[in-house]
Structures are given as C-alpha cells and as structure tokens.
C-alpha cells in the first residue's frame, strides 16, 4: 500500500487530488456534537494543501435513499473544516454535477473544496457493479490522484471507496496508515496479556469478531446491552432487558470454547436496573437501583455495570499489555448510567498498557464523557471497520488501496 508520502515525495502542485475522508459527524438541529472524525482529517489535508496540491474532499454523511436530503448536507462538516484549517473551503451542492466541477476549477493551488455527500446519488452505494462504475467514473474526472482517508468506510464496496481507487493513481492517507499500523499490533503483533471489552447493544454485532479473539485474547470483558443474552445463557432470569434469544446457543458455544482454550470470559457481577429507559433528552434523573447480575427481577431492566463490575474490570485490565475497548457498558448518554463507561475508560488511562478505543459509541463516550482522548494509544475513527478487520475480513477500501 503505498501512502501519502511517496505521494508527495512524487509532488502535487497544481494536481486534483481527491481526498476520500469519513465526515459522517453527528448532528442536532444541523449543529455538529463531535468533531472527530473531521479532525481526523486534517493531517492529510493539510499536507497535501501545503505541498500545493488542489483537494477535493469528499464523504458520507447519514444514510439518505440515494437522493439530496438536506437534514444529511454535508455543509457544516465543509464549514467546520474550514474553522480547524484556518482557510476558506468551498462548498459545491452536487457530487458530479455543475456545482461540483466549478468548485474544483475555481481552485488555485493550496486551496480545498467539499463535493456534497456522496450517498445522494445511488450509485455510490449501489449493489449493481455498473452503476458503482459509472458513478465512479464521474468522481474521477474531478480528480488527478486518489487518497482514501476515510476509514470509517474502508469496509464498504462504495464506489469513492472500492472502484474509484483503480480509475485514479491511489495512496493511502495518514489515518488509514496509522489505523491499519495500531490494527496489526492487535492482530499481528499483540503484546500479552491482552484484554478485550466489548460492549454495545446487540451481541448479533460482536460475534464474528469474539469468534476470531478467541484465538487471540486472554480475557475479553462483556458489558453493555450485549451483557445479558450472556447472562441468559448462563441460565440467568435478566426481566425485560435487552435479550437476543436466537444468539444465546452461539453465545454458549463461545463461552465453552473460552473455557477450553483458557480464555477469560468476564461478565457483569451486578447491574443497574430500572422499570423505565431513561429520558435522553431531559436528562431527567432515572433513580435506578442495583442488584446482582444474577438477580435481576422480573420488571426491571438492566442498564449499566454496577459498582462491583466495575472494580472487577479496572482488576482485570489493570495488568494487561494490550487493551482493545469497542462498544459503551451502559447508556452512557445519561448521567445514571454512565458510570460503567467511565469506569473502563479510567481504568485504560490507569493501565500502562497499548490501548485501542474502537471507534463508533466508544469514541464517542470518551469524548462526551470528558476524557482527553490524546491520553489513550489510539481512538480509531471507524468502528464496524475495526471489527470487520478483528475478525480477519478483507476490507474492500483497503484491498483496492493494495492493488
């Protein structure tokens, strides 16, 4: 895979270079509530504006049915853009249109544009390879070379994504460089011992990637809504918490192929619960109690690790090598339940280990929770990219970088 720099040892000045980034912030009320994946950005855009090439910046935001819709522009991501590089961005309201070529003519040397989200044009996600060709053909007559930056969406066969890239010369960015780099020192090269976290709602999203650390980790942690088809599959009542009934025969599976090959399954040893989800938008307080994981009545729903779980997993990353964390403990987005969350990210911070945030909610938690995320080994950009890449599958963003 070649990268960035070869690209600019070779020169771009006065080259198009079509930048693929992951802008897909989140929004409220058309306000961006975290900027990360933007500023994750930066060093790519920045070099190649400082070398004199002519970006063009290009992403997804949100999933629109292949058509503008204008609650998912990518607009204040273009303004924000502009904000942390200091310098105008231009702004075109197509992705291949009228708009978009004049944006990119109209540039001079050093300076960047944003084409308007990708997905509002079917092709970029089509499943029909001729379209996703056609599609691709246009980007690349706005471009002279390609770089792919956008991790979040390396694990997609998307058109800016997986076509483009063999229309176009193509380098890999600084933050896939660096994404893939802290990936193979959880794959390839892994530091012992070596403890895993998941968390997150559904463990339907986990399984692939447990089945491969399996081979790979020394204890894996399991929190968050996920928790409780494991605590089902113990033979625990868990009352009306989230329960995925189908997995729990995969879920036991796991866990005594774990034990046989030694393993460390850790689960929660006492939860909060509540009759009630909470507000997320009040914020109002939701007055949960705590009882054992194993007692959990009836009525009640669990929705966080409680304060003994906790201990229990600061013990067990406390002397860990190499600590990979993908998915919240709790509903961390209310102030009863965030406790869990900022439990384990404490405890990484504690730990001297190599520590990987794993992108999505967990990235997210980090940030809203008040951590100094430059604290952590890495925060990757992309969460269903790192899973993806943790259960050992060809990323098609990263397969048509290598070609």
Avoid: C
Avoid at 2 to 10: F, Q, S
Avoid at 22 to 39: E, K
Avoid at 113 to 129: M, P, Q, W, Y
Avoid at 239 to 266: C, N, T
């Amino acid at each position: 895979m070649k990268t960035i720099d070869a690209l600019l040892a070779e020169g771009v000045n006065g080259k198009r270079v079509f930048v693929r980034a992951d802008l897909n912030v989140p929004l409220a009320d058309g306000t961006i509530t975290d900027d990360g994946r933007i500023r994750a950005v930066l060093p790519t855009v920045k070099a190649l504006a400082e070398a004199g090439a002519k970006v063009v910046v290009a992403s997804h935001l949100g999933r629109p049915k292949g058509a503008p819709d204008p609650a998912f522009s990518l607009l204040p991501a273009a303004e924000r853009l502009g904000e942390l590089l200091g310098a105008p961005v231009a702004f075109a309201q197509d992705t291949v249109g009228p708009a978009a070529h004049e944006a990119v003519d109209g540039l001079e040397p050093g300076q960047v544009a944003v084409i308007e989200n990708l997905r509002f044009n079917a092709g970029e996600t089509s499943k029909d390879d001729a379209e996703r060709a056609e599609f691709a053909e246009r980007l690349a007559a706005l471009a002279d070379v390609y770089v792919g930056d956008g991790f979040g969406a390396v694990h997609r066969k998307h058109a800016s994504v997986y076509d483009l890239p063999a229309k176009l010369p193509h380098y890999a960015g600084y933050l896939i460089a660096t994404e893939v780099g802290v990936l193979k020192k959880l794959t390839d090269d892994v530091k012992r011992p070596y403890a895993v976290v998941l968390g997150g709602a559904k463990v339907s999203d986990k399984l692939g990637v447990i089945d491969h650390l399996l081979e790979k980790a020394d204890r894996i942690l399991i929190g968050g809504g996920m928790a409780y088809t494991f605590l089902k599959a113990q033979g625990h009542e868990v009352g009306i918490s989230l329960l995925q009934e189908d997995q729990i025969p995969a879920v036991k599976e796991y866990m005594e192929r774990a034990e046989a090959k030694g393993v460390e399954f850790v689960l929660p040893v006492d939860v909060l619960v509540s009759p009630d989800f909470p507000d997320l938008k009040t914020k109002a307080p939701a007055n949960p109690t705590t009882v054992a994981a194993d007692a959990i009545p009836a009525d009640q729903e669990g929705l966080d690790i409680g304060p003994e779980t906790r201990k229990l997993y600061a013990s067990k990353l406390a002397d860990a090598a190499t600590v990979f964390w993908n998915g919240p403990m709790g509903v961390f987005e209310h102030p009863d339940y965030a406790e869990g969350t900022k439990a384990v990210a404490q405890a990484l911070l504690d730990t001297s280990a190599f520590t990987v945030v794993g992108g999505g909610d967990s990235a997210a938690a980090v940030r809203t929770l008040g951590f100094d995320e430059n604290a952590f080994g890495h925060i990757s950009t992309g969460g269903g990219a790192s899973l993806e890449y943790l259960e050992g599958k060809t990323l098609p963003g990263l397969a048509a970088l290598e070609n």
